[in-house]
């Protein structure tokens, strides 16, 4: 089951990924929510839309947007609605 780990730290494990160019996109209810915290950094993507992101806080370690989602999509990415993925050093491990 893939699970995204940084800093020794399972963020998120689910058998429900969407893989999209290369990423695993978690559903939102598999992520560790205490990790998480709300960035005010915004980017676009053509086709998917709008991505907000997530500062992961492991053991007092700053991860500044290693995570980002798609609140709303565009209608070819509905799959990825919601769903979280990383970069910026978090592992995907299956």
């Not at 494990?13 to 205490?34: K, L, M, W």
């Not at 998480?36 to 991505?51: I, L």
Request: proline share 4%; aromatic share 14%.
């Amino acid at each position: 089951m893939p699970k995204a780990i940084w800093n020794n730290t399972v963020l998120a494990e689910s058998d429900r990924t969407e893989v999209v160019e290369g990423n695993h996109y978690f559903p939102a209810d598999s992520i560790n929510s205490q990790y998480f915290q709300d960035s005010s950094t915004h980017t676009t993507c053509p086709w998917k839309g709008q991505a907000s992101y997530y500062t992961i806080v492991v053991e007092g370690k700053e991860n500044k947007d290693a995570a980002w989602y798609y609140p709303q999509t565009k209608e070819k990415a509905k799959n990825i609605e919601g769903y979280v993925a990383f970069w910026k050093g978090v592992t995907v491990e299956s």
